[in-house]
């Protein structure tokens, strides 16, 4: 397995942008898959998918809600994906997951993923 560990997250007004960072170490990341989810606080909150991107960074894929506005992207050199988050609205606060998939291309559900981080809490003010 690979560990992760995120960073980047904060408070920030709406409108604004955070920069999220995933570093990864142990097995070789090149060969994973990786995502990005986010969870809202909250009994029965589900871990929600935000975006992906395959281990070459040659496709990626976004949810609905995030079209537009996230990006991800690697840097194999340094063993981190990010997830650039512009124009920011208070339906985006959340614990963002990092998360890489040893197996899948493209995975964009929870179960196809193998390794996740702790999480960094990204806070959107109104």
């Known amino acids: 397995q690979v560990q992760l560990g995120e960073s980047g997250g904060g408070l920030v007004q709406a409108g604004g942008s955070l920069r999220l960072s995933c570093a990864a170490s142990g097995r070789t990341f090149s060969n994973y898959a990786m995502g990005w989810f986010r969870q809202v606080s909250g009994p029965g909150s589900e871990r929600e998918f935000v975006a992906a991107i395959t281990w070459s960074g040659d496709r990626t894929s976004y949810a609905d809600s995030v079209k537009g506005r996230f990006t991800i992207s690697r840097e194999g050199p340094k063993n981190t994906v990010s997830l650039q988050m512009n124009n920011l609205s208070p339906e985006d606060t959340a614990v963002y997951y990092c998360?890489?998939?040893?197996?899948?291309?493209?995975?964009?559900?929870?179960?196809?993923?193998?390794?996740w981080g702790q999480g960094t809490q990204v806070t959107v003010s109104s």
């Open positions: 998360a890489a998939s040893r197996w899948r291309v493209l995975p964009v559900a929870t179960s196809e993923y193998d390794s």
